[in-house]
Structures are given as C-alpha cells and as structure tokens.
T-cell receptor, first 112, second 117 residues
C-alpha cells in the first residue's frame, strides 16, 4: 500500500498492550480537537474528538486526554490489535470551528 | 451507502500542465472539503464548498481552485503545476456543517495521488 508519511515517528507495540500516541498543539485558543486514523492507501478516518472544555473523553477502546496547560493531546488505545496499525494524527480546530491545523502523525506498528 | 469517491486514484503530470480532480460526496452530503497531504507538511486544508459556494479557504496560491456542482459533486483544479504540488489530494464530505462539528463528522475519500515530474 501507499505510505502516508516517509519520516513519521513510529511507535511499535506488542499486540494486547496499550498504546499512547501524543500530539502537541500550537494554539491555546483552539476550541476542538480530533484524532484520525489513516491506513495505508486510505483516507483519514475519524476516531474520537474532544472539546476544549473537557480534559478526557472515552470511546470504544480509545481515550483522548487534553492538557491545556501544556497544550498536549494524547490518544490511548487499549488492548492494541493488528488492525490498529496505521498512522494517527491529531487536528486542532480554532476560529469558531473554521480553522484546522493537522499534526504530522505517528505511525503505530502492532507486533503480533 | 457508498462512501466518498475520488477519481482518478493516480495521476502523473509534468511541470506547467494543469490537472482536474473529481470528488463525489456521500449521497445527501452537501459540504465538500479538499485537502493536500504531503510527507513533510502533513494534511493541509485547501477549501470547502457548500451549495456550490466556497465557504472557507486555506492558505494556498490562486493556482489551486475548485468548484461544486448542483449535485454536490466537486472538482479541484491546479494550474501551472510545480514539482512541489506532488501530493495526495483528499476530499471529505459532511452533511451540512461549515467547518468542523462534533455532530457532523467529515468522511474522507481515498485520495488522488498526483505526481508532478
């Protein structure tokens, strides 16, 4: 399949372990944040989002944590599976939900 | 329900040429956004169309333009291609929202891989 990014930071985890992917954002006034998953040869897929008035949000096997003090966002994936192998990137939205800035992404490799 | 489709999937052009990419949104979706994805810059917003009108525009030169038709299908055009325009061009559709909304998710297509030689 196609490579989304040739020089991305890579996180390798054992199947069944938990994964933590980090993202530093730039705008302290950002209102809303989204995590995306992009598999090889496919477009990005929405995973989970969080508003700036929250510090934690949980989905199915995924949790997003927001630390506004240090402008840091993390995505935690519980019991990582081979199907979780992909590039993950964050997006910060500001300007009344109009302006979006995407992170470069992290490549997650799951070792069976 | 069919997803977002983009044509062509792969395209090779030479510098100075122009190119038109096509996007068909999910049935019923009226908002279409275009993005450029490169290894060095990541994903960058190009523009968004809703009801045949451009609602938002990113920071790209005027060589990048787009349009939307009455059936919500959208095209993106790049004129006078440069080597740096080589990228994956992604289109995303959503039901109504302008910008991003937690109640109206954007769905991405698989992209068109453009190579400029």
């Amino acid at each position: 399949g196609e490579s989304v990014g040739l020089h991305l930071p890579t996180l390798s985890v054992q199947e069944g372990d938990n994964s933590i992917i980090n993202c530093a954002y730039s705008n302290s006034a950002s209102d809303y944040f989204i995590w995306y998953k992009q598999e090889s040869g496919k477009g990005p897929q929405f995973i989970i989002d969080i508003r700036s008035n929250m510090d934690k949000r949980q989905g199915q096997r995924v949790t997003v944590l927001l630390n506004k003090t240090v402008k840091h966002l993390s995505l935690q994936i519980a019991a990582t599976q081979p199907g979780d192998s992909a590039v993950y990137f964050c997006a910060e939205i500001s300007g009344g939900y109009q302006k979006v800035t995407f992170g470069i992404g992290t490549k997650l490799q799951v070792i069976p | 329900k069919a997803g977002v489709t983009q044509t062509p999937r792969y395209l090779i052009k030479t510098r100075g040429q122009q190119v038109t990419l096509s996007c068909s949104p999910i049935s019923g979706h009226r908002s279409v956004s275009w993005y450029q994805q490169t290894p060095g810059q990541g994903l960058q917003f190009l523009f968004e169309y809703f009801s045949e009108t451009q609602r938002n525009k990113g920071n790209f030169p005027g060589r990048f333009s787009g349009r939307q038709f009455s059936n919500s299908r959208s095209e993106m055009n790049v004129s006078t291609l440069e080597l740096g325009d080589s990228a994956l061009y992604l289109c995303a559709s959503s039901l109504l929202a302008s910008g991003f909304s937690s109640t109206d998710t954007q769905y991405f297509g698989p992209g068109t891989r453009l190579t400029v030689l």
